[in-house]
């Protein structure tokens, strides 16, 4: 028998139905720990992680929403800068409520201008 918690088979059944229901084309997936928090922009079509950033490149502490906000605004930038077209993405929570750092990094992702 697998060794997974329910909420752990849960968090990964709603953090794959993302790729499999969306019908963008990117998906940017958050993860956090108890210090950082982790940020990926994922292709759907190719199945591979395109860009990825951590917390700890902008603070070298642990996370409140002051640090997700400013996060958020340098993922959103390096996504802008790479891939200059405006990308229309799906945001996958990885199962976490969407309040706290995990809404403030979306506001300010959004802020820069990408669309979801």
């Known amino acids: 028998m697998s060794q997974e918690t329910r909420s752990h088979r849960r968090k990964r059944r709603v953090s794959y139905r993302v790729f499999l229901t969306t ?3 990117y998906v940017i997936s958050v993860r956090k720990t108890s210090k950082y928090m982790y940020a ?6 190719e199945r591979k992680t395109l860009t990825a950033l951590s917390s700890r490149a902008v ?3 642990k996370y409140n929403k002051e640090i997700a906000k400013k996060f958020g605004t340098e993922f959103g930038e390096l996504i802008k800068k790479k891939y200059k077209a405006d ?6 929570r990885g199962g976490m409520a969407y309040h706290g750092c995990v809404k403030e990094f979306a506001d300010s992702v959004r802020s820069v201008g990408l669309k979801f």
Do not use: L, M, T
């Open 59 to 61: 603070e070298k502490k």
């Open 40 to 45: 990926q922009f994922d292709s759907v079509k």
């Open 87 to 92: 990308v229309s993405v799906a945001f996958n």
């Open 23 to 25: 019908d963008k084309e």
